[in-house]
C-alpha cells in the first residue's frame, strides 16, 4: 500500500470519528431540548390554560359590564327624558312667573288708583259729613223756627197762588219763543251757505230727547245717546234734568254717529249729573 492510500484510509478514519463524535454529540442535544421542550410544553399548557380561565373570567366581567353599560344607557336615556320634562316645566314656570309679573303689576297699578280713590273717597266723606253736621244743626235751627214758619204758610200760600200766574204767563212767554226759535231756525235755514259754515251762527238743534250714557264729572264730560244720524252738530246745547227738576247745562263737543260727547257747563250745573239723566234740545219742554 502506497503512501497516499494510507493517507486517505486515515483521513477516512479521523472523519468516521468526527462523524460519530458529532453524532453522539447532536443526540445528546436532540435529547436535552426535547426535555426542554417538554418541561416548555407543560408549563406552556398550564399559562395556556390559566389563560383561558382569566380569558373566561374577564368575558364574564365584560359581559356584566356590557350590561351594566346597557342599563346605565337606559338610566340616561330615562334621566334625558326626565332632564327634557324638567326643563319644560321649568320653561313653563318661568312663563307663568312672568305672567304674574305682569299681574301683579297691573294688580299694584290698580291698588295705587284705588288709594287715590280711597283717600279722595275719605276726603269727600269728611266734607259729607261737615255737610251732615250743618244739616243737622239747621234742622235744629229751622225747628225752632218751625212756629214761625207755620205763621207764614198763609202768605207763602197766596205768594205761590202769585207764582202760578207768573208762571202761566212765562208759559205763555216760553210758547212765544220757541215759535220765535223756528222762526229764527228757518232764517238761518235761508242763509247762504258761507255765512252758516263761517262760525259766526252757533248751530241750533232740532227738538231732541236723549239720555246720559256715562259721566267723567272730574273731566267735565258726559256722552249723550244722539247723534250725527240724529242731526246733532257741534256747539248744540242740551238741558240736562232729572224726573222734572232742572240739572245742568252741556255743549255738544264731538260728534259721532250715534252718540256725542258734550262737556258740562259748569256754570249753568246746580248738581252732579248721572248716567240715566234725559236731556232735552228745549228748556221749554221739561
Known amino acids: 500500500m502506497n503512501t497516499l492510500a494510507k493517507v486517505f484510509v486515515v483521513i477516512n478514519l479521523l472523519l468516521g470519528v468526527a462523524f460519530l463524535s458529532v453524532s453522539c454529540v447532536l443526540f445528546a442535544q436532540q435529547e436535552f431540548w426535547k426535555g426542554k421542550y417538554n418541561e416548555v410544553s407543560g ?15 374577564q368575558n364574564e366581567m365584560i359581559g356584566a359590564r356590557e350590561r351594566n ?15 327634557k320634562n324638567v326643563e319644560a316645566e321649568l320653561q313653563q314656570a318661568e312663563n307663568e312667573l312672568e305672567e304674574y309679573k305682569k299681574f301683579r303689576t297691573v294688580i299694584e297699578t290698580k291698588l295705587g288708583n284705588l288709594d287715590v280713590s280711597l283717600k279722595k273717597a ?3 266723606n269728611s266734607s259729607l259729613r261737615a255737610q251732615l253736621e250743618k244739616g243737622r244743626k239747621d234742622f235744629d235751627t229751622l225747628s225752632k223756627h218751625k212756629l214761625a214758619v207755620d205763621d207764614e204758610n198763609v202768605k207763602r200760600g197766596e205768594e205761590i197762588a202769585e207764582l202760578k200766574l207768573n208762571n202761566d204767563d212765562l208759559s205763555v212767554k216760553v210758547s212765544d219763543q220757541q215759535k220765535d226759535l223756528v222762526r229764527l231756525e ?10 252758516k259754515t263761517s262760525g259766526l251762527i252757533k248751530p241750533v238743534a232740532p227738538a ?18 244722539v247723534g250725527a244720524e240724529d242731526a ?15 240739572i245742568g247745562q252741556v255743549e255738544v263737543d264731538e260728534v259721532l254717529p250715534t252718540k256725542s260727547v258734550a262737556r258740562i257747563n259748569t256754570r249753568m250745573t246746580r248738581a252732579d249729573i248721572k248716567a240715566g239723566d234725559g236731556a232735552k234740545t228745549r228748556l221749554g219742554s221739561l
Open 43 to 57: 408549563n406552556l399548557e398550564d399559562v395556556v390554560k390559566e389563560s383561558t380561565e382569566t380569558i373566561n373570567t
Open 69 to 83: 353599560i346597557t342599563g346605565l344607557k337606559g338610566d340616561v336615556g330615562r334621566l334625558e327624558t326626565d332632564k
Open 122 to 124: 275719605q276726603g269727600e
Open 186 to 195: 228757518a232764517f238761518i235755514e235761508s242763509l247762504p251757505e258761507d255765512i
Open 208 to 225: 231732541l230727547d236723549a239720555l246720559v250714557e256715562g259721566v267723567d264729572m272730574d273731566g267735565g264730560i258726559v256722552i249723550l245717546s
Open 232 to 246: 246733532v252738530r257741534r256747539g248744540n246745547t242740551f238741558y240736562i234734568y232729572r224726573d222734572t227738576s232742572y
